[in-house]
């Protein structure tokens, strides 16, 4: 701070680094929205699809209708109390197909390790790999494997990228929430990225709590049955949290979203986690739960069949679509009073997925 600042009283602004990538970059909230807008995306030139960013391509081949997602997994630790880096490669691929309503035909799996890597550790998380994609009824079709020098890769990164077929009558898409639409979520958030940082940081909150990491294109089959072309937009709140994945269907939309704060379910151990470590628990990620944005006349019909289903059997309504301000999203808090909704700011939770 120079002399004449201290003499004004003048705090000047924190110097923002903009040449650099950051942590933040990574957290799946603003930052990362502005590095794919202003970086990667511009790059592309005429190769970029536009639109909105969704969590899943649409293309079309020999007369199917297809859905083409890819994703990178350097989550630390790679173990943890409800999953490991193999399940969230495969249930997270297979959920952001899903999220574009298309049951997943293939996938491709590729490991980069660190030399050194215990060859143990590599077998238990390509049995999980294995486990998770026959449970979730998809083959593992081909894949890739390197080896990089000790230091270069903390371990083992995962990479799959999933090839779906989209079910008919629906196009849901981060663009199409409509004022009056209803939001629904699938069930609690907070566990997932609560039991990596407590497992990481030895925190013991893992003993109550465990990752939610599951597939979910079967609860999206039947909200597809129910609701069909009434389901506007889906999105699962993974990195950034439920605040994040609302805000970009707000801003792609162009419309106000409201939700309640008191409708969220939030596990008690999970509350308690984020109250002491000071985390908004509308940041913090999950791996099994989703967001929906639904037509009102049928929001009944799909929230009966979500809790059907084993995935979305505490699923609940949390707010709704607006007119106004558009791109906004603003919490309404136990009081009575509201608050802005924004993404997440920088790196909460660094590594959880």
């Not at 049928?298 to 707010?319: K, T």
Request: aromatic share 2%; hydrophobic share 45%; net charge negative.
């Amino acid at each position: 701070m120079s002399t004449a600042d201290l003499l004004s009283g003048a705090c000047p602004a924190p110097r923002r680094e903009s040449e650099r990538v950051l942590l933040g970059h990574g957290s799946g909230g603003r930052l990362s929205a502005e590095l794919i807008a202003d970086v990667l995306v511009p790059a592309l030139g005429e190769a970029a699809v536009p639109g909105p960013l969704e969590d899943a391509a649409l293309v079309t081949a020999a007369g199917a209708d297809l859905a083409l997602s890819t994703d990178a997994y350097v989550v630390t630790p790679l173990f943890f109390p409800g999953g490991d880096i193999g399940r969230l490669a495969v249930h997270g691929t297979v959920n952001d197909l899903a999220m574009r309503a298309a049951m997943p035909l293939a996938l491709c799996v590729a490991y980069v390790i660190e030399e050194g890597f215990p060859l143990e550790d590599l077998r238990r998380v390509a049995a999980s790999v294995g486990e998770a994609a026959r449970d979730a009824g998809v083959r593992v079709v081909t894949g890739d494997t390197k080896v990089v020098n000790r230091g270069a890769a903390d371990g083992l990164f995962v990479v799959s990228t999933g090839l779906g077929r989209r079910l008919p009558g629906t196009a849901p898409s981060a663009a199409g929430a409509v004022p009056g639409d209803v939001v629904l979520l699938s069930g609690p958030i907070g566990s997932h990225g609560v039991t990596v940082l407590s497992t990481r940081e030895g925190l013991g909150f893992e003993a109550d709590v465990r990752s939610d990491t599951r597939p979910l294109h079967r609860l999206v089959e039947a909200m597809v049955g129910v609701g069909g072309e009434a389901l506007h937009a889906l999105r699962d709140p993974t990195r950034g949290g439920l605040a994040s994945a609302v805000n970009e269907i707000a801003q792609a939309s162009a419309v106000g979203v409201e939700i309640d704060e008191q409708a969220l379910p939030v596990p008690g151990a999970v509350r308690a986690a984020c109250e002491m470590l000071g985390l908004d628990v509308a940041h913090v990620a999950n791996e099994g739960c989703l967001v929906a944005f639904v037509a009102p006349d049928r929001a009944a019909q799909v929230l009966a069949a979500m809790r059907v289903c084993p995935e979305g059997r505490d699923a609940v309504r949390i707010g709704s679509v607006l007119a106004e301000e558009p791109g906004r999203v603003r919490m309404r808090t136990g009081v009575g009073s509201r608050r802005v909704l924004d993404m997440l700011l920088g790196e909460q939770l660094p590594r959880i997925c």
